[in-house]
């Protein structure tokens, strides 16, 4: 697969992302609500970002972003959550699960950027990956017994 095709991929599942952050900000329960609640918000803060950054680094490439729910759900491969409550247990196994899947993602792209000699859209990706990376070790610290 072309890096312009990963990157409007990773930038589709962003979206969705996005999406179900909100779902998991506005559903979570249990005793670990205002934690997660919190986090949730901060993480969409972050994913609205990078929708942005790779939109706008899709558009700097010479091609056109993924913009709209109907595509991004078509080229999507995490998935969405229903409408209902959710355990803070679950919300984060939940976000670990689509945390490790980006993790993957980035470092694919980044790869991909490398092979191809575009150390921009590389360095981009490389980021993402030590962010992600942080954040499995932080989920999977919380979800420990």
Known sequence: MSLLNRLNE????QQIFYVKLHNLHWYVVGSSFF???????????????????VAERILALGENPIASVKKALEVS??????????????????????????????????????????????????????????LIWMLEAYLEK
Not at 35 to 53: Q, S
Request: hydrophobic share 40%; aromatic share 10%; glycine share 8%.
């Open 10 to 13: 990773f930038l589709a599942n």
């Open 35 to 53: 934690t997660l609640h919190a986090k949730f918000e901060e993480l969409y803060g972050k994913a609205a970002t990078i929708v942005d950054d």
């Open 77 to 134: 491969g995490i998935g969405e959550l229903s409408d209902s409550k959710i355990s803070g247990q679950e919300a984060v196994k939940v976000l670990l699960e689509d945390i490790k899947f980006f993790n993957d993602a980035s470092k694919e792209i980044r790869s991909l950027a490398l092979e191809t000699g575009d150390e921009k859209t590389a360095d981009q990706f490389n980021a993402y990956a030590g962010e992600y990376e942080k």
